[in-house]
């Protein structure tokens, strides 16, 4: 490909890139020059090389589909926190893609960051009420009163003594 500029080759005039072009022996096919064909034909020595059709990047395309992907990994978490019973039904959930591109400083080439990240509605809230004491010297807590007898685990009826008897 011959360069518009100097830009792409620092240090080189356009003369000069041409003259390294021929010594290589490439031509370009120049019949469609100032149109924006996503192919090129580049000869060497008047053999064809292999014709490469380029692909544009699009959300489809983007790191050969990761990020269609990963949001849609995303999204299946979030409708199973909607199903979730034990969150709110009526909070509002995000999925959010975001595409972070950082060019070189050349500006041919740039390093592209997908992530995908979402916001779930938290578990709720659940109360209970807990009795403190010890135990062997040691702090415990349950959810039921320890001094107090539990009616389930009675053997039966527990007979009243009286003094006299």
Known sequence: MRPRSNIAWPGYSNQGIRRIRERKGYERDDSERNARSPTSEITRKGKSMATKKEEFVSLDTLAHGAAIEMFNKELDVVLD?????????????????????????????????????????????????????????????????????????????????????
């Open 81 to 165: 926190n909607i199903l979730d019973p034990n969150t709110k039904a009526e909070a509002p959930r995000e999925v959010t893609l975001k595409l972070k591109i950082k060019p070189a400083e050349n500006r041919r080439s740039a390093d592209a960051t997908i992530s995908v990240v979402s916001k779930l509605a938290p578990i709720q809230e659940s109360r209970t009420l807990l009795f403190l004491g010890k135990e062997g010297g040691r702090a415990v807590a349950a959810e039921s009163d320890m001094k107090q007898l539990n009616l389930t685990e009675a053997s039966g009826p527990v007979p009243i003594r009286s003094n006299g008897s």
